[in-house]
């Protein structure tokens, strides 16, 4: 069963930096596509970056020039290298596959404040 866990997160000004990391266990990482999921109080989850298995990424509109999804395939790990954070940007952030499978790790939270 492939296991996610995510960290780095913590408690960070705005316009400050934070380096999310999550490793994954299992085969045969380097042939999915990885994805940073967000949930923040009262909100559904959602994606917020994903990156292919042959490195290209998306991101959501209200990261995008701010993130930066990046995966190293050797050691299973996969990254989120968050910029000029917002008080918005504050939830629990969760890695997975993309699309998601249905398990999810604890995630690690972000909180954005003064």
């Known amino acids: 069963q492939v296991q996610f866990v995510e960290s780095g997160g913590g408690l960070v000004q705005p316009a400050g930096s934070l380096r999310l990391s999550c490793a994954a266990s299992?085969?045969?990482?380097?042939?999915?596509?990885m994805g940073w999921y967000r949930q923040a109080p009262g909100k559904q989850r959602e994606l917020v970056a994903r990156?292919?298995?042959?490195?290209?990424?998306n991101y959501a509109d209200s990261v995008k020039g701010r993130f930066t999804i990046s995966r190293d395939n050797v050691k299973n790990t996969v990254f989120l290298q968050m910029n000029s954070l917002k008080p918005e940007d504050t939830a629990v952030y969760y890695c997975?596959?993309?699309?998601?499978?249905?398990?999810w790790g604890q995630g690690t939270q972000v909180t954005v404040s003064s």
């Open positions: 997975n596959r993309y699309p998601p499978l249905r398990y």
């Open positions: 299992g085969s045969l990482f380097n042939i999915y596509a």
């Open positions: 990156i292919g298995s042959g490195g290209s990424t």
